[in-house]
């Protein structure tokens, strides 16, 4: 459950205020903003859909590796977010490895207890929820202590966070258990 409020605590530090960034930062005005937030939720859309073929080709990494894209894209809207075509570029790569962060922690949960996918349903859904409040809580009092870029720095350590525990701790699961063999 870490693993998911950490990953979900980051994209809403940086979901939260993408807007304030986008008319700041790199200066776009009302048409601007919305297609760059319409390519952030195709890109959305997109990582979703590819979400399962990454998945069959290693969860592990799939979970690793969408929050380590998106710690790297805000790094990368840190430093070169004041290029209207970089900044659109890197809202779309985080829309697409967000669009694959909830299927694979959905995915690596029903393969760990199979048997338990209502309890954990329950409680992924309340770990969800905290994190929308923690990271766009995070994200503001970051934004009004530093502005628009403070978000992304605050976004990107808790998707770092995410790799990390991931990377290092997260057992694989248990695929014998989904497919109703012995575990």
């Not at 304030?20 to 319409?38: K, M, Q």
């Not at 952030?40 to 859909?49: D, E, K, S």
């Not at 694979?104 to 760990?112: D, K, S």
Request: charged content about 5%; overall charge positive; some cysteine.
């Amino acid at each position: 459950m870490l693993g998911v409020v950490l990953a979900f605590c980051g994209h809403f530090a940086f979901f939260t205020y993408l807007r304030p960034f986008l008319e700041t930062v790199p200066r776009f005005g009302l048409n601007g903003v919305s297609a760059v937030l319409l390519a952030f939720g195709l890109a959305n859309v997109a990582g979703t859909f590819v979400s399962g073929w990454l998945i069959a080709r290693s969860l592990t990494l799939t979970l690793a590796l969408a929050p380590l894209a998106m710690a790297a894209a805000a790094a990368g809207l840190v430093a070169f977010g004041a290029s209207p075509v970089l900044a659109a570029a890197l809202a779309a790569v985080w829309g697409f490895c967000m669009g694959t962060v909830p299927v694979a922690w959905t995915t690596w949960f029903t393969h760990t207890a199979p048997h338990e996918a209502e309890s954990i349903g329950g409680l992924r859904v309340a770990s969800i929820q905290l994190a929308i409040t923690a990271g766009a809580g995070v994200g503001g009092l970051l934004f009004d202590w530093r502005g628009p870029l403070a978000p992304f720095v605050g976004a990107g350590i808790f998707l770092t966070l995410t790799f990390l525990l991931v990377y290092l701790r997260l057992p694989p699961p248990n695929h014998r258990a989904s497919s109703g063999a012995p575990a």
